[in-house]
């Protein structure tokens, strides 16, 4: 006797916007609603019920956003458009603040986690005495005045390939807290101050403890350079504390190369 | 017998931000949370429990956002600065979406609403395939490809001064229905399309009203003139349908002087 063949499944890469603010994070946790559990729910309704799990680029905590997470899911082998899939999932979503912006069938052997080989983020401070209106939620609001031309020079001291312990969250499970940091880039636009990184891959919290650690070099509590001296601790209470998730998104994961090239979503609706 | 001398008074100028989604509106309805209640609750704490009534220059819609509304209140003379004002007022707003951006002493014959002698909105469409993830409640989502060309071309039928009754809520209750239209411009930033729209003074419904028409010219379902014949008519059911309020903001208000000059809001915090 041999056992059935599988049923013949296509892969597909999927590129997702979201609100974190009503979520626990990516990950199912053991209460709250996890953006991949609406996903995977929704998927499930695609494949007759059955579960559909999905491997994710960026394993987002509660509260960060997304205007450019990938995962992928398996799908029963079909005629499918990107369009159409795209479609059925955002109307499967609904009404939740999870959105698939692209969809694209790939390899069988394509994974959105480690076929990436580039993440990157902006963190985005309102910098101003009134609390946010408009954008609560989506900033970290600091009253303070900060200087980003210092924040600038802080940030050059974190660009390269480093041992990033003082910024890694305890829980962080990577094997190694080596990680090569692309880009930080600080800029102001009127009253809010972005923060750009990018690298291949980044430490749990890297982003956040950053960020919180610039901001004190912003508001002038640190100077510049004693950011090289706390990385250089490879101690997290060296650094400066957690910045709040509200002000971080997830923009983009690079590939070598883009599943999405075809760019389905700008197919007319 | 003469009457008691009134208490003296100062007139303050803010200038507000506001997310319009949990709100009826600018106004105090029968039911239901308005901007106007929010704000005069919380000077009516820096009054001692007096009423404080507002005046306002954009009674904005439910729904309609600010990012530059400007409103007036009397409050009993003393030593307040511009800062202390806009920091106890944003305490007493707390939790409501509604901020004091700037405070400043007025004149006691200014007007927020009589003195302004421009507004300027922005309306902003999602142009894309996917309903909103991240800026769901502050954009109106067009899903067919609109073709921001035509559009300008549309809107620059209704630049000037124009009988603007086909493009007026037949609520609306000025006294004249002509109006000068001095900006109505629409620019793509990727998937958004922004509409840019200012005059002296605008009818109920008219920036929404003028949207939803230069939409159908976005989609094809227009030709660009039409907008022109649907002026001439001077007839509501001659234009097009009106846009969502989620994907308006009151941007800004002019005054032959700005009373927010001196920038309270850039005092350190």
Not at 175 to 185: F, G, I, M, Q
Request: aromatic share 6%; net charge positive.
């Amino acid at each position: 006797m041999t056992d059935p063949a599988p049923s013949p499944t296509d892969r597909w890469a999927l590129r997702l916007e979201y609100h974190g603010g009503p979520f626990v994070g990516w990950q199912r946790q053991a209460a709250g609603l996890s953006v991949q559990a609406v996903l995977e729910g929704a998927a499930s309704r695609l494949a007759g019920g059955a579960p559909v799990p999905s491997i994710v680029a960026g394993r987002t905590d509660a509260g960060v956003h997304a205007r450019g997470q990938v995962a992928h899911i398996d799908l029963p082998a079909g005629a499918l458009t990107g369009g159409k899939l795209r479609d059925a999932l955002n109307f499967h979503m609904k009404p939740h603040p999870v959105v698939v912006l692209d969809a694209a069938r790939v390899a069988p052997d394509w994974s959105a986690r480690f076929s990436a080989e580039r993440r990157r983020y902006l963190f985005r401070i309102l910098n101003r005495s009134a609390r946010p209106g408009l954008e609560a939620g989506t900033v970290w609001h600091v009253r303070h005045p900060l200087d980003t031309g210092r924040m600038a020079e802080a940030a050059s001291h974190l660009l390269g390939r480093h041992d990033f312990t003082s910024f890694r969250a305890s829980a962080c499970q990577a094997n190694s807290p080596v990680r090569t940091l692309d880009r930080l880039e600080v800029v102001r636009h009127g009253e809010i101050v972005e923060i750009h990184a990018e690298a291949r891959s980044f430490l749990h919290h890297q982003v956040r403890n950053m960020v919180g650690t610039l901001k004190l070099v912003g508001t002038g509590d640190w100077a510049p350079d004693r950011v090289a001296a706390a990385l250089a601790a490879r101690h997290r209470a060296a650094a400066g504390p957690t910045a709040p998730a509200d002000g971080l998104a997830l923009m983009a994961v690079g590939y070598p190369t883009d599943p999405f090239a075809s760019r389905p979503d700008q197919e007319p609706g």
